[in-house]
């Protein structure tokens, strides 16, 4: 599987792209605990493949790849990309859709980016558990709500089945799934060091590429 490694300042010149785009890109979060779930879920590591743009989460991931720049190691233990995609979109005011599991969830996230970031404009939310398995109401209320931006707190693998489904029917600029990276983490997952297990014993491959257009 081929993740993107950019930096973050490289990573937000693609998102001012995909906001002048006349359709809809996704970005999503990835941690060592999707990579491990796609080993036995084909249709994950797929959807995963298909995103346009991916942002790694984990430094385990990182150091699975064998990366050792200082910089990206750190700017994913920050969470920078989320920061520095929060800030911009707070600094321009952007409509924002929050996508979540339950009205608990949402309300948590809305409350954390009322606080860091009062400039982003909450368009609507909506919780799947209000709507379990007839999604043409969530999608309905995204699309009247005409948001540059859905922002997605829903679990993996369900995001991106979600995503999947419904990609072509979604009206916004930018489909951002994030992971848990808008929460503070204390220490490593328990999934993550079982990974690196994995990965020592040439169980787990993950390969770790820059974004080239040209190669494209």
């Known amino acids: 599987m081929a993740l993107d490694n950019d930096t973050v300042a490289e990573a937000m010149v693609r998102v001012e792209e ?11 979060a990835i941690s060592m605990d999707m990579l491990v779930k796609t080993q036995e879920d084909d249709r994950l590591k797929a959807c995963i493949e298909h995103l346009d743009l991916t942002v790694i989460s984990d430094k385990e991931i990182l150091k699975a790849a064998g990366e050792i720049s200082r ?3 750190q700017e994913t233990v920050n969470n920078d990309f989320f920061k520095e995609f929060a800030k911009r979109a ?3 005011r952007r409509a ?7 009205e608990e969830q949402l309300d948590a996230l ?3 980016l009322a606080e860091h970031y009062s ?11 209000d709507c379990p398995g007839d999604y043409d109401m969530v999608i309905n209320e995204i699309n ?3 948001p540059d931006v859905i922002m997605s707190a829903l679990t993996s693998p369900e995001q991106e089945y979600f995503l999947q489904d419904n ?17 503070d983490r204390k220490v490593v997952s328990e999934v993550a060091g079982f990974a690196r297990k994995l990965i020592q014993k040439g169980v787990m491959h993950s390969m770790i590429s820059r974004y080239n257009k040209k190669e494209e």
Do not use: D, H, P
């Open 18 to 28: 995909f906001l002048n785009s006349t359709m809809m890109n996704t970005i999503e």
């Open 71 to 73: 910089q990206r190691i």
């Open 90 to 92: 707070s600094g321009n």
């Open 96 to 102: 924002v859709f929050l996508l979540g599991e339950t």
């Open 110 to 112: 809305r409350e954390f």
């Open 119 to 129: 400039g982003i404009q909450v368009a609507g939310c909506f919780g799947l558990a």
């Open 144 to 146: 009247i709500a005409e």
């Open 167 to 183: 990609r072509e029917k979604l009206n916004a600029k930018i489909w951002y799934g994030l992971g848990e990276v808008y929460s």
